[in-house]
């Protein structure tokens, strides 16, 4: 407890750190979008840009929409004729791996050139990213508040902001139906209690993993730490995931979004099932990984909040293998659990998974505020 | 006390090998952002 004690002191420490001094930089994003600027100024909510002889060449408004691991800050600046010019990111917090894609496929170069007024979410030129929907609507949302904000001050033009959706769909009725799964398979013994959780696992792995890629990752936990609440109408799977990995944790002592909803424990379960055999890990060793596991989600906790970017606590090879993106480490990483899996009985849950030390802290806390009676000694 | 097998030399190896590449994601993570 004292060492749990401990650590959360140096993260609010690290959180505290990242979230003071941050005003963020909006005249050189401005002064980008249109090099021959000479002057930009800051009236009525937008900046004006004023080129050679104080002649408007233009303006650059902000924009701002929920990412993936927190909001994102993008300036978009808009000619004096209302045709977008330019896009730059001022801040973001999304994985580096998408930002990589961003950069690689000249993500903002399609927009230059259009009208404000036909900047819309469907808008051709701006190609999700596959397996980053959320980052990519942030980024066309940011796109849309900027410009709706330059058409209102310079235009007097009202432009309708697309309606915030509520959004309850497949994924989230699986996610439901996935943990009444894990409920009834805790209730019941022996071979059902078996074929329920494989079923479950199925249908994590489909859901969850191939379709949809949103399992409870390290990035998600940190945003939340932080304090960055996505928009709960388009991010309603991670509250569900969340709010039925901590009830059933403290409900059942074992949380059944591991058991019965994660997709990578089910693709290292059927590896494993492949592979036929197990090896017992000695003691020991068990107590090292465990000490080494809580010391990297603290290491990655840290870094995430002391650069305010949460998507950097993310670790898991979960995307190389959902979606297909992943640098070379995460691939390597990926191959590592994988051939692990067919000898070692599900051996990035039992040895890396940031969500195990969460799953303690959970129960280190509940036993804390409710000491169990049969515990104590006599 | 029990003597140290080759299995469990290959399950340190193992498990250092996966932490080693875990360090290398978050630092790459922490430069690439």
């Given amino acids: ?378 | 006390m029990r003597r140290i097998t080759k299995g469990d030399l290959g399950g340190l190896f193992l498990a250092l090998l996966t932490f080693g590449v875990i360090t290398a994601v978050l630092v790459q993570n922490f430069f690439e952002r």
Wanted: glycine share 10%; hydrophobic share 50%.
């Fill in chain 1, 1 to 378: 407890m004292l060492r749990f004690l401990a650590a959360s002191v140096v993260l609010a420490g690290a959180l505290f750190w990242g979230r003071t001094n941050r005003a963020p930089d909006l005249i050189t994003p401005a002064r980008e979008i249109f090099p021959e600027a000479r002057r930009v100024e800051f009236q009525q909510g937008v900046h004006h840009v004023y080129g050679e002889g104080d002649t408007l060449l233009g303006w650059t408004g902000t924009g701002t929409a929920d990412g993936y691991g927190g909001p994102m800050l993008l300036v978009t600046g808009i000619d004096t004729l209302g045709a977008v010019v330019g896009v730059r990111v001022v801040e973001q917090r999304e994985t580096p791996v998408f930002w990589r894609m961003v950069r690689a496929r000249d993500y903002f170069a399609g927009i230059s050139g259009s009208s404000m007024e036909k900047v819309d979410y469907d808008y051709p030129n701006v190609v999700a990213v596959t397996g980053a929907t959320i980052s990519s609507d942030a980024i066309v949302e940011s796109i849309r508040t900027a410009v709706a904000e330059v058409a209102g001050v310079a235009f007097d033009l009202r432009l309708p902001l697309p309606p915030r959706p509520f959004e309850f769909g497949l994924l989230e009725l699986s996610i439901l139906l996935l943990f009444a799964l894990g409920v009834l398979g805790h209730r019941v013994r022996g071979p059902s209690r078996r074929r329920l959780r494989w079923a479950g696992q199925f249908g994590g792995l489909l859901v969850l993993g191939f379709w949809k890629n949103s399992p409870i990752t390290m990035a998600k936990i940190a945003a939340f730490l932080a304090g960055y609440f996505p928009d709960p109408g388009t991010a309603l799977a991670i509250y569900l995931l969340f709010a039925g990995f901590l009830l059933t944790s403290v409900f059942y002592g074992r949380n059944l979004y591991c058991l019965y909803a994660c997709p990578f424990g089910a693709a290292q379960r059927v590896v494993g099932a492949i592979g036929g055999f197990s090896l017992k890990v000695p003691p020991w060793v068990v107590r090292f990984m465990e000490t080494a596991r809580n010391l990297v989600v603290f290491v990655a906790l840290f870094l995430a909040f002391i650069t305010l970017r949460p998507a950097l606590a993310s670790y898991e090879p979960f995307a190389a293998l959902f979606a297909l993106h992943g640098t070379t480490l995460q691939w390597f990483l990926l191959f590592i659990v994988l051939t692990a899996s067919l000898l070692i009985r599900t051996p990035w849950c039992s040895f890396f998974c940031p969500m195990r030390t969460v799953e303690l802290v959970v129960l280190d806390t509940k036993r804390w505020l409710k000491p169990d009676r049969r515990e104590e000694p006599s």
